[in-house]
């Protein structure tokens, strides 16, 4: 089985459940040692399934290694300590997976300063500090990989007239993924401009985000799963996310990228399984 990952050491931000579980446990299959960030470590102390202790049984038991890091990234004092304590127990940082992210899903008027601040906090400050902590590593390695996931939100409602029969119109005027939306177009827009700023140090800077939604225990427990025809499986943005992480920047950086369209042009149109060891049943794009 390719082990494409080898020697490489991989932070991933919201490792606990959803997307940024299955993509830690990808790149750990494929040989990457990998540290694993997120508020829950315990299960059962979090209203939703998922923690990083379940996703470190995972990977171990899948002949991985990787360590636990709490940490709530809304507190810088907090995010400090991630990728120093990353580089004592792997020796450097070569890949940072900026996937933990924070929304409340009101309207804009509804929504408090600290909601605001909180959501930026999260979805913009947080890849930015870490990706700044660690590029010193990265530098030293000779190269680096950022990938920030992003979101389909950030695509503009269309303007009046409107028709509230649309279920995105619908979505934007009932649930409020307005200042959300709004922290991922600057994420967007910071991965546009870092990738430039670091490609002399031959570290790579993407966004990804799903074509379709994903059934992540998240996106369950707000809805936004209930009203969509197709889902995509966590697989497919771990596949994505394995390509981002691995391809030379001077190839692949500065794009504003959807999981299965960036498997497509990478001429992939499987999905293998987290393990790495099979293709993913039933499941074809």
Known sequence: MPQRLVGKVAIVTGASRGIGAAIAKRLAAEGAKVALVARTVEAG????????????????????????????????????????QTIAGFGAVDIVINNAAWCRYQTTHEQTLKDVRQTFEINVVA????????????????????????????????????????????????????????????????????????????????????????MSEGAIAIGTVDAVAHLEPEEAMAEAALELSCRPAHQLSGRILLSLDLLRELGIHTVKTLDGRETLPDYTF
């Open 45 to 84: 102390t979090n209203r939703l399934a998922g923690s990083l202790n379940e996703t470190a049984d995972w990977i171990r038991s899948h002949g991985g290694e990787c360590l636990c890091i709490g940490a709530n990234l809304a507190k810088e004092e907090q995010r400090s300590h991630i990728v120093p």
């Open 127 to 214: 890849p930015l500090q870490l990706t700044a902590q660690a590029l010193p590593s990265m530098k030293e390695r000779g190269a680096g990989w950022v990938v920030n996931l992003s979101s389909a939100t950030v695509n503009h409602p269309k303007p009046a007239p409107y028709d509230f029969s649309e279920r995105y119109t619908k979505f934007n005027l009932n649930d409020g993924p307005s200042i959300y939306a709004a922290s991922k177009a600057a994420l967007e827009r910071m991965t546009a401009g870092q990738a430039i700023e670091l490609a002399q140090f031959n570290v790579a800077v993407n966004t990804l985000a799903p074509v379709e939604a994903v």
